[in-house]
C-alpha cells in the first residue's frame, strides 16, 4: 500500500522562542526548545496526530546545503518554507527519486534531544532528503523517516487546549497547477484525483487533500 501522507511543515521563523509563545497564545501545547545535532538548526514543535508543525529558526548555522536553500525565505517573510511527506523506507525512496531524475539531496540526519513527558532525556533519530525544485523552491517536497517515531509523536504532546488535533489539507497557491502534476505525482506515489487549469488535488492514504490551485 502506498504509505505517502503528510509528515510535518517546516515553517522558518526569526525568533523560535517568540513564535513558539505566539502559537501557545493560539492555544497550541508547543515544546520547549531543541537543536539539531548535526544540522545545526534549533526549532520549537507542536504535534498533531500524525504530523507536527516545526518552528524552525538558526538556519545560518545550517549546512550550505541547506542554509543556502532557506535563508531566502525571509525576504518575503517568516511562514511554511518546506512540507514533508512520510517515508516507510528513505534510502529506497532516494533511490527511486534519483532513478526518476527528480535530484534528491544527500540523506541528512535530523536528530535532536526531546524532554518525554515523564521528564526523562530522549533522542530522536529521523532522517530525511529533500528534492529541491529551483523554479518553485518554496513548493519543495521532502520525505522524512523517523525511526524513534515514539519520540515524534507522543500522544501527551498531542493534546491543545484549543482542541485542534490534525491537519485535513494543505493547500498552495500556482500560477500553472496543470505544470506541477509530474513532480507531486513522482513524490507522493499516486495520480491527481482532480487535474485543471485551476486546481490539481492530490489524497493521501489517511485522506488528507493536498491542493495546488490557481
Not at 520525505?143 to 500522544?155: A, Q, V
Request: proline fraction near 7%.
Amino acid at each position: 500500500m502506498n504509505n505517502r501522507a503528510l509528515d510535518h511543515f517546516a515553517c522558518v521563523v526569526r525568533d523560535v522562542e517568540e513564535a513558539g509563545a505566539t502559537y501557545e497564545r493560539m492555544g497550541f501545547q508547543v515544546l520547549p526548545l531543541m537543536r539539531h545535532l548535526e544540522i545545526g538548526s534549533c526549532n520549537r514543535v507542536f504535534q498533531l496526530q500524525g504530523t507536527y508543525v516545526e518552528l524552525v529558526g538558526d538556519l545560518e548555522k545550517s549546512p550550505p546545503a541547506l542554509r543556502d536553500k532557506m535563508l531566502p525565505r525571509y525576504e518575503v517573510g517568516e511562514g511554511i518554507a518546506i512540507v514533508s511527506l512520510t517515508s516507510n523506507d528513505l534510502p529506497a525512496d532516494h533511490k527511486r527519486a534519483s532513478a526518476s531524475g527528480l535530484n534528491p539531496s544527500a540523506i541528512v540526519n535530523a536528530r535532536r534531544p526531546i524532554t518525554m513527558p515523564d521528564g526523562k532525556q530522549s533522542e530522536t533519530d529521523s532522517h530525511c532528503f529533500y528534492v529541491w525544485r529551483p523554479d518553485h523552491l518554496y513548493g519543495t517536497l521532502f520525505l522524512s523517516e523517523h525511526y524513534r517515531p515514539e519520540t515524534i509523536f507522543i500522544p501527551e504532546y498531542m493534546q491543545h487546549p484549543n482542541g485542534v488535533q490534525r491537519v485535513a489539507e494543505l493547500t498552495y497557491i500556482s500560477n500553472d497547477p496543470e505544470s506541477e502534476v509530474a513532480y507531486f505525482s513522482a513524490l507522493l506515489e499516486r495520480p491527481p484525483l482532480e487535474s485543471s487549469n485551476e486546481v490539481v488535488r492530490f489524497q493521501t492514504w489517511r485522506g488528507e487533500s493536498i491542493e495546488r490551485i490557481s
